[in-house]
């Protein structure tokens, strides 16, 4: 009996502990799933299968990216009542962003973020041309470029927040680009509201390389309201103006006096419809400005009243090109009814100068073998009262 008495304690513990472990093992699998939804999005005309990824933190938002474009197609945060709305532009169709993306809505842009004059550089004595896809410029990376890629997305599984790590192999020679250049980018949506973007890249030859995340917000979050009333503040002294096709001619303009200085917060609207030959030039803003600092830093706050949404940029990038929508045209539907139509979204786009491979005076985009291209960006939303 004393022996049989034995057996049966220590196979009642062997069960307790081993179903312990279990459990424990489990556990991180679960929230895993909790925090990341999967699902099917769409099918492209190259017949590649869309997923859509979704992110949700311990507060309840929300960002949903697909792996075609490494896509953002909404992102929501809160009001003053403590209401969740997307407030990210987007289209209601995803034939929509497989068919081109004009605005390239909420993308992932590479090889190089903004415009190239002329749609050619030189590197190490060798010139190269790139695909001209914006009059005689390339803005973009090129009509092909990584906004209609297809990514590998794959769950972070041992990362403190939700996240997604996007892979993209460009091969040498795609859309005129020199070397093979590998690039991972990390979605992160941290419980303080933060969605964290973190590029990394590397080449076997050297090229030049400028990325950067294509989406436009409306804090308000009715899409079919403009952001001129949206309360901008940009950390930047200068700002590079721009010839007619919006390339920088080269000079640091002061801001001082003029309808870009955000310096202290004020409604975009306020100046964007000034007797001013650069916004004459960009329909509106769309111009980059120089950053004041260095390293990871804020750089940005806009402030919809109405809603009492903040949205806060930092970054450790010289540059933001703020872009006021001044190019959509009512073309397409918008997630909130009605149509796109001009100045209904902004873009905050993190990056270095435009054209810079053509501009010695500008921080140098060049990344050779050997080298790592790291950068990164976050969009931290919260809400004033």
Not at 320 to 340: A, E, H, I, M, W
Request: aromatic share 12%; with cysteine; hydrophobic share 30%.
């Amino acid at each position: 009996m004393k022996k049989i008495s034995y057996n049966l304690i220590i196979i009642a513990l062997l069960c307790i502990f081993g179903c312990n472990k279990k459990e424990n093992n489990n556990q991180p699998q679960k929230e895993n799933m909790e925090n990341l939804q999967v699902s099917d999005y769409g099918v492209t005309a190259k017949g590649d299968s869309i997923k859509k990824y979704t992110l949700t933190n311990k507060n309840g938002m929300k960002v949903e990216v697909i792996n075609f474009g490494g896509i953002i197609t909404s992102l929501t945060a809160p009001d003053k009542n403590g209401k969740y709305e997307d407030v990210v532009l987007g289209f209601t169709k995803p034939e929509d962003y497989f068919n081109g993306n004009p605005y390239y809505f909420g993308a992932l842009i590479g090889r190089y973020g903004n415009r190239i004059a002329n749609a050619k550089f030189t590197l190490e004595g060798k010139t190269y041309d790139i695909d001209k896809n914006d009059g005689p410029n390339t803005l973009h990376g090129g009509k092909e470029g990584f906004h209609t890629k297809f990514w590998n997305i794959e769950p972070v599984k041992d990362a403190k927040f939700p996240t997604l790590k996007l892979t993209y192999t460009s091969a040498d020679g795609e859309e005129g680009y020199p070397g093979k250049l590998s690039t991972t980018v990390l979605y992160t949506l941290t419980d303080d509201n933060a969605l964290e973007i973190a590029y990394e890249a590397t080449t076997d030859k050297a090229t030049v390389v400028n990325l950067t995340q294509h989406s436009y917000f409306n804090l308000s979050g009715n899409f079919t309201k403009t952001i001129t009333d949206h309360e901008l503040q940009i950390n930047a002294d200068k700002f590079l103006p721009v010839n007619e096709t919006l390339i920088p001619i080269g000079e640091q303009k002061s801001v001082k006096g003029s309808p870009f200085d955000f310096t202290i917060s004020k409604p975009i609207g306020k100046d964007i419809n000034a007797d001013d030959d650069q916004l004459k030039k960009g329909k509106g803003y769309d111009h980059n400005w120089i950053l004041s600092g260095s390293g990871m830093r804020s750089i940005a706050k806009v402030y919809h009243p109405k809603s009492g949404r903040v949205m806060e940029v930092l970054t450790d990038e010289p540059g933001v090109q703020f872009y006021s929508g001044n190019f959509l045209d009512g073309k397409f539907d918008t997630k909130t009814g009605g149509k796109n139509e001009f100045r209904t979204g902004f873009c905050l786009e993190t990056q270095h100068f435009p054209d810079s491979p053509n501009q010695a005076s500008f921080p140098s985009t060049e990344l050779k073998q050997g080298q790592k291209y790291q950068t990164k960006t976050i969009y931290k939303f919260s809400v004033k009262k």
